[in-house]
C-alpha cells in the first residue's frame, strides 16, 4: 500500500522529532524532507504543529508497540527483550546514532508553537499525555508477558517499568556516545534480573 501524503508527513515529522526533537521541527522542515506540497499542511492538518505533533507521537507509539507485543507473545518476555533491544540498535546505527525516540523527544521537550499556534501550554500538555500514554502501552505489553508467565502483579509491574525506563534512557545514552555498548550493557542485566525473577517464581 503507497503511503499518504498525510501518512509521509507524519512519519516525517516522527524521523525529524527522533533527532532534533520538538521545537527544533518546523512544519516548514517537514514538508521539506518529506517532499510534500506546502499546501499540504492545511489540509491535513488544520489544527497546524500540534495536530502534526501529536499524531507524530501516537504514530511512533505504534511503530514500537506493534512489533513489541508480537514479540513478547511469540518470544516470551526474554526473546521478547532481546527484540526491543534489537529495534533500537538497528535505528541508532542505520542512523550513525542521530535518531533516538520521539516520544521521549516530546516528554523531555519544552513545546513551543509556531507564531500562529494559539496555546502552547495546553499543547504542552496534551503531548504530554500522549507520551504518557505511550510509555503506559509499552509498559503494558511487557507487564502482560510477564503475568502469562507467572510473575506476580506487583513485581511484574516494578519490572516492566523498569525495562521501559531502562531502554529509552539508554537509546539516549548511545546518542551521546555514538555507541550501542551501552545498550548491550542493559540488555545483558535487565535479561539477568528476569531470568532471576522468573525463576524465584518457579520455587
Known sequence: MTATTRDRMIAGAADLMSRRGVNATSMRDVVRHTATPRGSISHHFPDGKPQLIAEAVTF???QVSIPLEK???E??????LKAFVASWRRQLEATGFEAGCPVLAVAVDRYVGEPSDKDDA????HLLDLAE???????RIVLAALLREGLAAERAERLATL??????GTVAMCRASRSADALDQVQEELEIVLATALACRKK
Not at 518470544?75 to 521478547?80: A, D, K, N, S, T
Not at 495546553?122 to 500538555?125: E, K, P, S, T
Not at 500514554?133 to 509498559?139: L, M, S
Open 133 to 139: 500514554g505511550v510509555f503506559a502501552d509499552w509498559r
Open 71 to 73: 514479540a513478547m507473545n
Open 75 to 80: 518470544r516470551g518476555v526474554i526473546g521478547g
Open 122 to 125: 495546553a499543547a504542552q500538555q
Open 163 to 168: 525495562v521501559v525506563a531502562s531502554i529509552e
Open 60 to 62: 511512533a507509539g505504534r
